[in-house]
């Protein structure tokens, strides 16, 4: 499957972005999926997942009740929507999927995942 990430930008902080990462080559509701993020000088680190049927969602401390992960099936493509941005939010985010059979559950470590999309560019301005 190939992944791309769209929808980064630049937002002032306490303001919204929504990504989108669509997928093609394969049918993205066999895959589990997760958004995670990079900032400058920092280690790869998890965001958001949700589950093949989009039932289970998992967050992050740092971002839960502002993020909201979400999947249409129907058009192969994961969302995350992200409000209350602050500064500390900057940062290269990345989706990834991991095909799986079981249905239930999420994934939260990269090193679960075997197929990321390119990143986009998430910058918050204090």
């Known amino acids: 499957v190939q992944l791309q990430a769209s929808g980064g930008g630049l937002v002032q902080a306490g303001g919204s972005l929504r990504l989108s990462c669509a997928a093609s080559g394969r049918t993205l509701s066999m895959y589990f999926t997760g958004w995670f993020r990079q900032a400058p000088g920092k280690e790869r680190e998890f965001v958001a997942a949700?589950?093949?049927?989009?039932?289970?969602?998992r967050y992050a401390d740092s971002v839960m009740g502002r993020f909201t992960i979400s999947r249409d099936n129907t058009k192969n493509t994961v969302y995350l929507q992200m409000d209350s941005l602050n500064a500390e939010d900057t940062a290269v985010y990345y989706c990834a999927a991991d095909r799986r059979i079981s249905t239930s559950g999420v994934l939260t470590n990269a090193q679960e995942y075997d197929y990321w999309g390119q990143g986009t560019q998430v910058t918050v301005s204090s």
């Open positions: 949700i589950s093949r049927s989009g039932v289970s969602t």
